[in-house]
């Protein structure tokens, strides 16, 4: 048996050996060589030998390991690098990002003469075409109207009359011209080329396809490019199509002809593509800086299901139908469009510590396909009919991205030309996580998740802010849930869930973690989950600004959250919609809109004041919470753990890392910017008004607080509640209920002092009506109403 036994290993030995993968290194060169071959001796001039080379590798075998070693210089592409299944296990390999760069621009050759005083003129190739124009390294102004302005918070500066007919008529020849503008509502941008003149002088408008949600262009929030008659100033240029002539102002006319000019030609630059049956695997791009594409926002767009999303299946970097390919230790910067984007199948890509920024679109994107989605819906107010709907859980097909990583990534100053773009966004997926990454100064969200399609994700350790800078309702954090349960009449699908809880839950099958991210928005949430988006755990994580939205959705549990000068603002929940809130700190009343119910449990959270938490605790909500000063450690170094004798940790609250947010990767961390820090606000400032003014059963209430108010509703004593404001709806106004101006002196036969005794008591109350004692009119007078 021993004999055998050795013979047995030495044939696993030899097996091993014989099969161990082949490695061929192929090297490029900016250096041109006689008889290039590819070696490191005779190194090809250009990429696109080293891609035939390496195809002619893997036709003889299949199973070699081939790589492209691209050695420093800056390599221009003719077109972008194309690479198929039969390339599997190839890895393209730059010398880093700071010593070789793929262009998608082309030199060009200028012989300047003088147009007008500030203005110079070049002929240029007859065909060529583009958007972006750069100036030794730097990109150009297309001439505009207004004026460029970096400090302008809309498209860099922003006039309402940037189409007017009155300027218009100013153009000797508008059509090219391109208009952009936000969304009425600013849910992102739109973007128009003018193909024409109407009779009454108003341009005619092509395009306006890249936001899923329609509206008129922004009245205010208006700019127009690639104007001849807008070219008024420095950095500014304009290309005449018709008669091949580029026109620029230069910030300096000293050596204009000694100028080093680019101008962009291509949208992408490598596309890795497979198919589900036949995938791209084990493709690995590293140590490379990928610049100056066209841009791509006229290009056809597609809508993402019912979220506000339609996208360009596109980017620099294309990954459709592959399994583990990576993309890493690169930089991305001057791209027109979309910079990473992994489309339909794709399973395991990997996009760590990486650089990206001053793009034009989004900056990594995961896209299904909608084949995949059961029974989609394309548009808000699409929805397909119960007994026409697929009731099967989870995805109908395998077109669509899963198992990916996004981490230790440093991204900002992208959406720089549209709008409805992210930092990262997924849309029609399963299972990414995203990690470690520094996400910020973006025109909207810095993460987004379009739909419920399929949930488990992961987000951890992130740190976004500066974020919603150019449009509104959104957050650092956004989501959608549109998904098959979701109907825009919210009685309806009310109904539709109250029928079947697990309806939800047919989009959505795995819960989305977010947890021990650190967020800022000041222009919207911190973190919004908006319409529907459901099956979430929130948890270890800090809020700066702006607080946590819950919106219409199912099965969200938010535990253990700081959230800093805000709070939860739970709108439009359903009865049932088995929602969490328990373990948190806030630091302001809940701010509830058009709830039809409290969720499963909201306890054990931490409050401000006392007069907070009695707002919750009026729907028997929150009732073994507690109030007082968190007792953070050190806001002022954004250090929101709680001392050891907290009052917060007797509610259960726990304190976790506040050192481990965002890129970790040592030298993007150096480049990486942090929150501003957020400026402590008094509690007592939400009703700075005066007394405490509180909201119940949607009527405004507040406790006599002078003898002033005693004698204006003749009372004996300056003790009782006011009502304010009441809402006809109301069910405490109903039926001869309380109407504005009663003053309550008692309730249950129990004297109300103040808001706080009225709470109380309504809190003890087990029934759905309350008997009360009011002075209306100068008069006592008795009264039941009803509470529910």
């Known amino acids: 048996m021993k004999k055998l036994s050795v013979i047995v290993i030495f044939f696993v030995f030899m097996m091993s050996c014989s099969s161990t993968t082949d490695i061929t290194e192929i090297y490029v060169s900016q250096n041109e060589v006689a008889n290039a071959n590819g070696s490191k001796d005779a190194p090809f001039s250009n990429i696109s030998e080293a891609i035939k080379k390496a195809t002619e590798i893997k036709s003889a075998n299949t199973d070699a390991e081939v790589v492209i070693n691209i050695l420093p210089g800056a390599y221009r592409l003719s077109e972008a690098i194309n690479i198929p299944a039969s390339l599997s296990g190839l890895t393209i390999k730059g010398a880093g990002a700071s010593e070789v760069s793929i262009k998608g621009s082309q030199v060009l050759e ?77 849910w992102g941008g739109f973007h128009f080329e003018i193909t024409g003149v109407n009779d009454d002088g108003t341009p005619i408008l092509s395009g306006g396809q890249q936001n899923n949600r329609g509206s008129k262009p922004h009245e205010e929030y208006r700019m127009v490019e690639n104007v001849f008659e807008e070219l008024d100033s420095a950095g500014e240029w304009f290309l005449d199509k018709k008669r091949n002539k580029l026109f620029y102002w230069p910030e300096s006319i000293s050596a204009i002809n000694d ?26 791009i590293s140590g490379i800086k990928f610049e100056n594409t066209a841009r791509t926002f006229m290009e056809d767009f597609e809508p993402l299901l019912r979220s506000d999303w339609t996208i360009y299946r596109g980017a620099v970097v294309f990954f459709e139908g592959t ?58 107010r699409e929805f397909v009919p119960v007994a026409e709907m697929d009731t099967v859980s989870g995805p109908k097909g395998e077109l669509y991205p899963r198992e990916c990583l996004v981490d230790n990534n440093l991204i900002h100053r992208i959406g720089r030309v549209e709008k409805q773009t992210a930092g990262v966004q997924i849309a029609m997926a399963m299972d990414i996580t995203v990690s470690r990454n520094s996400i910020y100064d973006v025109p909207r969200a810095g993460i987004n998740i379009g739909d419920g399609t399929w949930g488990g994700h992961v987000l951890e350790f992130n740190d976004v802010f500066n974020t919603v800078l150019e449009t509104s309702d959104h957050g650092s954090f956004n989501s ?34 977010i947890r021990n991210n650190r967020f800022r928005c000041d222009h919207g949430w911190d973190v919004d989950l908006d319409d529907g988006s459901s099956n979430y755990h929130i948890y270890n994580n800090l809020m700066l600004n702006s607080g946590l939205k819950l919106r219409e959705g199912f099965n969200r549990v938010a535990e253990n959250n700081i959230m800093v000068n805000n709070s939860l603002h739970p709108h439009v929940w359903f009865v049932n919609s088995e929602d ?40 028997n909500r929150d009732l073994h919470s507690a109030f007082g000063d968190p007792m953070f450690k050190d806001p002022a170094s954004l250090d929101f753990s709680v001392a050891e004798n907290s009052p917060a940790l007797k509610i259960g609250f726990k304190n976790f890392p506040m050192d481990q947010f965002g890129v970790q990767n040592a030298e993007l961390k150096k ?13 007592s400032e939400e009703n700075k008004k005066g007394n405490l003014v509180v909201a119940w059963l949607r009527n405004d209430l507040k406790s006599v607080e002078s003898e002033q108010e005693q004698s204006a509703y003749g009372l004996n004593t300056p003790e009782g509640v006011i009502l304010l404001k009441v809402w006809s709806g109301s069910p405490a106004v109903k039926n001869n209920g309380l109407k504005k101006g009663d003053v309550i002196l008692e309730a249950d036969g129990k004297k109300v002092k103040t808001v706080k005794d009225f709470f109380q008591i309504n809190v003890e109350n087990k029934t759905n009506k309350l008997d009360l004692v009011i002075m209306r009119n100068q008069s006592e007078k008795k009264i039941t109403i009803n509470t529910k």
């Not at 102004?141 to 302005?149: G, T």
């Not at 006039?159 to 100013?170: C, L, M, P």
């Not at 480049?671 to 509690?683: G, L, N, Q, S």
């Open 110 to 186: 200028a012989k300047w003469k003088t147009f007008s005083n500030n203005i110079f003129v070049t002929d240029i190739p007859a065909g060529l075409d583009f958007d972006q124009f750069l100036v030794n390294g730097k990109p150009q102004i297309l001439a505009r109207y207004p004026n460029y302005d970096e400090n302008a918070q809309y498209w860099q500066g922003y006039a309402a009359d940037a189409i007017s007919k009155e300027r218009v008529a100013t153009w000797a020849n508008p059509e090219g011209a391109i208009f952009n503008a936000l969304h009425n509502g600013r």
């Open 259 to 284: 100028l080093n000019l680019e101008v962009s030609v291509l949208k992408d630059l490598i596309q890795v593509v497979g198919t589900l049956e036949n995938p791209v695997k084990d493709v690995t």
């Open 323 to 380: 399994e583990n390919c990576k993309v890493e230790h690169s930089e991305f910067t001057n791209l027109g469009g979309n910079v990473i984007m992994a489309s339909k199948y794709n399973k395991g890509l990997e996009i760590k510590d990486n650089y990206i920024h001053d793009c034009g679109a989004s900056a990594v994107s995961f896209v299904g396909d909608v084949s995949a989605v059961r029974s989609p819906a394309l548009t808000y």
């Open 480 to 513: 959608w849930g549109r998904d098959r349960f979701w109907h825009p009449n919210r009685g309806i699908m009310d109904s539709l869930t109250t029928a079947n809880a697990d309806m939800p839950k047919w989009d959505a099958i795995k819960t989305t973690i």
């Open 580 to 619: 969490v809130f328990k373990h948190n700190i806030v630091q302001k009343s809940y701010q509830d809109v058009r709830l039809s119910g409290w969720g499963k449990e909201m306890d054990y959270n931490f409050f401000p004041n006392e007069e907070s938490m009695l707002k919750a605790q009026i729907y």
């Open 671 to 683: 480049m990486a910017k942090t929150p501003e820090i957020p400026v402590m606000r008094d509690p």
